[in-house]
């Protein structure tokens, strides 16, 4: 199986900063990565895939790049409604395997 | 707008069975396969089965292979979760999910709010 590992873990940010999220892929996975955002006591929100492509809907401060096995979700000009856990998942190979997460909380 | 409802929650003691129903809404059901996705409490998220868009193409995670099976209805616009022989490790809220796309390798596009199931010993 894939493993996808998420770093940082956790950080905390405040409104107006820029974050970045890194995900690697334990193999080669092209750029099948899909991103999501989830906040605490709901469903996830699906904000990207193909590593870079944007969800329909989903705003223009989200944004990522992929490398084949490294991967990134680039916020810029954080908002309140952006706090919350991101979780990135490989569609390469089954069985797909998401990461264990990053908790984005206010600082 | 899309919208995926899965069935309420529910109690089932280990070993017992249930099936799990999403209606799906907005979307040319037949056009997108789907998948089931769980997140056992205080955990991340776990891709469980997915569906083809005709039906005819399935995966399971290990964890579930041999007693789970996915199937789809398409003139009920429904897909469902077949559980048998439940273990207390299966514990979750279950989230319906449809992909981007007609195959089995697309990723997910839209997420149902979920159900929540417990197995209690």
């Known amino acids: 199986d894939i493993q996808m590992t998420q770093s940082p873990a956790s950080l905390s940010a405040s409104i107006g900063d820029t974050v970045t999220l890194t995900c690697r892929a334990s193999?080669?996975?092209?750029?099948?990565v899909a991103w999501f955002q989830q906040t605490p006591g709901k469903a996830p929100r699906s904000l990207i895939y193909?590593?870079?492509n944007l969800q329909r809907g989903v705003p223009s401060r989200f944004s990522g790049t992929a490398s084949g096995t490294d991967f990134t979700l680039t916020i810029t000009g954080l908002q309140p409604e952006d706090f919350g856990t991101y979780y990135c998942?490989?569609?390469?190979?089954?069985?797909?395997?998401f990461g264990p997460g990053t908790r984005v909380d206010v600082k | 707008e899309v919208q995926l409802l899965e069935s309420g929650r529910d109690l089932v003691h280990v070993g017992g069975s249930l099936r799990l129903s999403c209606r799906v809404s907005?979307?040319?059901?037949?056009?997108?396969?789907m998948s089931w996705v769980r997140q056992a409490p205080g955990k991340g998220l776990e891709w469980v089965s997915t569906?083809?868009?005709?039906?005819?193409?399935?995966r399971y995670a290990n964890s579930v292979l041999g007693r789970f099976t996915i199937s789809r209805e398409s003139h009920r616009d429904m897909v469902y979760l077949q559980m048998n022989n439940l273990r207390p490790e299966d514990t979750a809220v279950y989230y319906c999910?449809?992909?981007?796309?007609?195959?089995?390798?697309?990723?997910?596009?839209?997420w149902g709010r979920g159900a929540l199931l417990t197995v209690s010993s």
């Open positions: 999910a449809a992909l981007h796309g007609y195959s089995v390798y697309e990723p997910v596009d839209h």
């Open positions: 998942q490989q569609y390469n190979n089954y069985p797909f395997t």
């Open positions: 569906i083809s868009g005709s039906g005819g193409d399935t």
């Open positions: 193909g590593g870079r």
């Open positions: 193999r080669y996975i092209i750029d099948y």
């Open positions: 907005g979307l040319i059901f037949n056009n997108f396969a």
